[in-house]
């Protein structure tokens, strides 16, 4: 993807990343024609419960209590920063989601492998991408 600044950025490093974190299930680095990299993510519906626990948090909240909880964020936000650490400024990642679902192979966003389905997520996920830069000129940065 080339950002709206002319910057050449690989998104599979940062996804790659990200969902070796035991919490995060998929990640998608965002930011094609973009003043910036964000990236859309979904928490891991198997390890979440067990790490919620072991920080005090009721392991049976829900998907979309979980995407924002302060721990999980905080936690979220210090796997980004540990992202960023290994690109440049400009390829780093400065706003994220989680969202409150997973993607699965009934809905078409996850192949049999269970890889994502990259053009088909984007479709899904499109008004929380636009989110991100809502407000946000080309000429802006967060």
């Keep these: 993807m080339v950002t709206a600044g002319g ?77 960023n650490k290994t690109v440049s400024r400009a390829e780093s990642i400065r706003k994220f989601k989680i969202l409150d679902y997973e993607f699965n192979l009934e809905d078409g966003t996850l192949t049999p492998k269970l890889s994502i389905k990259r053009h088909i997520v984007m479709k899904k996920i499109m008004p929380e991408v636009e989110a991100l830069y809502e407000g946000v000129s080309s ?3 967060p």
């Design 7 to 83: 910057k050449n950025v690989a998104p599979s490093k940062l996804e790659d990343i990200l969902r070796a974190d035991p919490i995060i299930g998929e990640c998608v680095v965002v930011g094609d024609g973009k003043p910036f990299i964000g990236a859309i993510m979904t928490l891991d519906s198997e390890t979440l419960p067990a790490w919620l626990e072991s920080k005090g948090v009721s392991p049976d909240i829900s998907l979309a209590e979980a995407a924002t909880n302060e721990a999980v964020l905080h936690h979220v936000q210090a796997a980004v920063d540990r992202a």
């Design 139 to 141: 000429a802006q940065l």
